[in-house]
């Protein structure tokens, strides 16, 4: 028992219990604050606009802790599978139809990159709506969980007055 002194004669006591009780109260008040979002998670960006690009970081953390439940590497971002990733996202805009991944890998191969597997996909405004369209699909999934995959790139285009507007492309390579 604790005793707190309380006028000239009289003695206050208070058990250790209601002590603790008080003491939790105020540090647990103080870490309820968190500071204020100044902008929405880069995985739920509208990405329907000529000026919104995928975060290209974000979309290699989402995809490489999904492999790594599954047992397999993480990626790592690749500036020439990035910069391929675009071309065929603006290709499929400028075209108003997503395209095959077939001919997405023989363009690779024939550039240097055997062994890419493509993600090729229109309509999803989100990073969050296309990683789960994907992880839905038998053969999307596949894609995002190549054994061999190492690298990746990803991007979007927009096209404004096309019928699906965002195109997406995600490339995995060795």
């Not at 028992?1 to 939790?24: D, E, H, I, N, Y």
Request: proline content about 7%; glycine content about 8%.
């Amino acid at each position: 028992m604790l005793s707190f002194p309380r006028g000239p004669a009289r003695a206050r006591t208070m058990t250790c219990p209601a002590v603790l009780a008080g003491a939790l109260a105020v540090f647990g008040l103080a870490g309820c604050t968190e500071p204020a979002r100044t902008s929405q998670p880069a995985f739920y960006r509208d990405l329907g606009s000529a000026s919104a690009r995928v975060d290209a970081n974000e979309a290699r953390a989402m995809i490489s802790a999904y492999r790594m439940n599954a047992g397999l590497k993480a990626l790592t971002l690749d500036p020439g599978l990035v910069e391929a990733a675009q071309q065929e996202a603006t290709a499929m805009a400028a075209a108003d139809k997503p395209v095959q991944a077939e001919a997405v890998k023989a363009r690779l191969a024939r550039s240097g990159q055997p062994g890419a597997e493509a993600n090729l996909s229109a309509g999803y405004r989100r990073l969050a709506e296309a990683f789960s369209g994907w992880r839905d699909s038998p053969q999307h999934d596949r894609v995002m969980k190549t054994p061999d995959a190492t690298r990746m790139g990803i991007a979007t285009a927009y096209a404004p007055g096309s019928k699906y507007q965002v195109y997406w492309a995600l490339i995995v390579a060795p």
